[in-house]
């Protein structure tokens, strides 16, 4: 019976052999992208504005806030990869996945009670009053707030590690049509986590810096809550006027619009072009698709710098290279940051979705997790070195420059960041050279189907036949 067509390999989530037309399939992945869009609502205006929360409300010193955020970011990818090996040998995919959005959960709950109760917080100051002394959070208040970050950042680690390969276990990669399915889920991943970021870095946003953080963290409670009940259901089958202003935290959202119409275009045209051109159903390989993305990564850097000397020549010819940034802006559209943004949009959608795409088909079954982690890793080590490039830099030109180094400073119109982007670009341009290297010495594997009649598409003959580049 066609509906009684057992999946090898596949188990339902009561641990019984999947059935092919009961199991999975595009139906079963679109709940889980609408599970990844809600976390990604939840947590990245936490990751842009939380420094503001550190700074204004709990009277962090600004080093201080900035290591904070910087740890808790790190943390949060760094353990993606011991979140994956438990999904991989111990707990399995599905239940890391829950387990991980019920931390989430209680993270931000945690948060939110702190945010709500001022007996948990430091007494109000104004941080403008040079005579004003501000207490720093401490004690009990002061662990209650790290309990509740590091739970989140364990929640986070593991929907991370775990729901972008739940999701492509959906799909056969035996199978022609569904192997064509897979490829586009990853490009939809991309796009949940950029819709789910739209409505963070506008809406939450603008809760947090107006209606107060104790709504910000309960909206993000209430969205977490709402992508375990999607998840569980996986269980059965100046702008517009001169009034308006943009928060600072909202200026990620531009890269997030970009890619949001971005992806669909190279989904549904770009890529069954290329396909028709190469014959391989992803359009190119994953090895390519990456290093488009590193190239368009060092571009971007180099726009942002030029760029970068232009608003400082607007702040010269105004007057206002001593300004106070926030008190009086400079006569120059925020949308100048556009051409950056849209550069490294593009860029994202290319090595993003290219890292996933090859970390998920180069691995094992019994490793699959495991080695999509690698992708968060290497954003959480990108955490943490930040912090060391910067410091070595300040350290570096500290004698070379009248501030006392690029970066020094809260004044970006008397310092080097032009710079410091001109460096990140090399730096991008070094790396894209030496991935061009160890790519064109790579041999994928061989995935042959255990059906008579179809080869998956990877077969490693048959790539490296059409892509010579790499």
Wanted: glycine share 8%; with cysteine.
């Amino acid at each position: 019976m066609k509906g009684d067509e057992l999946v090898e390999g596949k188990l339902d989530w009561k641990g019984r052999t999947a059935l092919k037309y009961k199991h999975g399939g595009f139906r079963a992945s679109m709940l889980i992208l609408g599970t990844f869009a809600f976390e990604n609502l939840a947590t990245l205006a936490l990751a842009v504005n939380l420094i503001t929360y550190f700074i204004a409300f709990l009277h962090f010193q600004v080093a201080d806030a900035a290591n904070h955020l910087t740890n808790f970011m790190g943390t949060s990818y760094i353990l993606s990869i011991l979140m994956a090996l438990l999904a991989d040998t111990l707990v399995g995919r599905f239940r890391i996945t829950l387990i991980s959005a019920l931390l989430e959960l209680m993270g931000f709950t945690l948060l939110t009670i702190q945010a709500s109760m001022p007996k948990l917080k430091p007494p109000p100051c104004n941080l403008l009053d040079p005579t004003a002394t501000c207490e720093e959070i401490s004690g009990g208040n002061k662990a209650l707030l790290f309990v509740g970050l590091y739970m989140l950042a364990c929640g986070s680690g593991g929907l991370k590690a775990g729901l972008p390969t739940h999701g492509a276990d959906q799909f056969e990669e035996n199978d022609p049509k569904e192997a064509k399915q897979m490829s586009s889920f990853f490009n939809l991943l991309l796009l949940a986590l950029c819709l789910g970021g739209a409505i963070s870095l506008t809406l939450l946003v603008w809760i947090q810096d107006n209606k107060g953080w104790d709504w910000g963290f309960g909206v993000s409670t209430i969205a977490i809550f709402l992508s375990i009940i999607l998840f569980a259901q996986t269980m059965d089958r100046s702008v517009i006027s001169p009034s308006f202003k943009i928060p600072p935290a909202s200026l990620a959202i531009l890269p997030v619009i970009f890619l949001i119409f971005l992806i669909p275009i190279y989904d549904r045209l770009v890529v069954p072009f290329l396909r028709r051109l190469t014959g391989i159903p992803t359009g190119v390989t994953h090895l390519q698709r990456i290093g488009v993305g590193l190239i368009l990564s060092a571009i971007s850097m180099a726009v942002a710098a030029i760029l970068e000397v232009k608003r400082k020549g607007v702040a010269r010819d105004h007057g206002l290279l001593e300004a106070i940034p926030q008190v009086q802006a400079l006569p120059i559209s925020i949308f100048w940051l556009s051409f950056q943004y849209f550069i490294f949009g593009i860029a994202d959608m290319f090595t993003y979705v290219g890292l996933l795409e090859f970390f998920y088909s180069e691995a094992p079954k019994a490793l699959k997790s495991f080695s999509t982690s690698f992708l968060w890793t290497s954003m959480a080590l990108g955490y943490f070195l930040s912090t060391i490039l910067v410091k070595i830099v300040n350290s570096a030109t500290k004698k070379s420059t009248r501030s006392g180094g690029w970066l020094v400073g809260n004044n970006l119109n008397t310092n080097h960041l032009n710079l410091f982007y001109w460096l990140l670009s090399i730096m991008s341009l070094i790396n894209f050279v030496v991935y061009l290297f160890v790519a064109k010495r790579y041999k994928y594997r061989v995935q042959i189907s255990t059906s008579p009649t179809n080869v998956n598409y990877y077969h490693s003959n048959e790539i490296e036949q059409k892509s010579n580049a790499l």
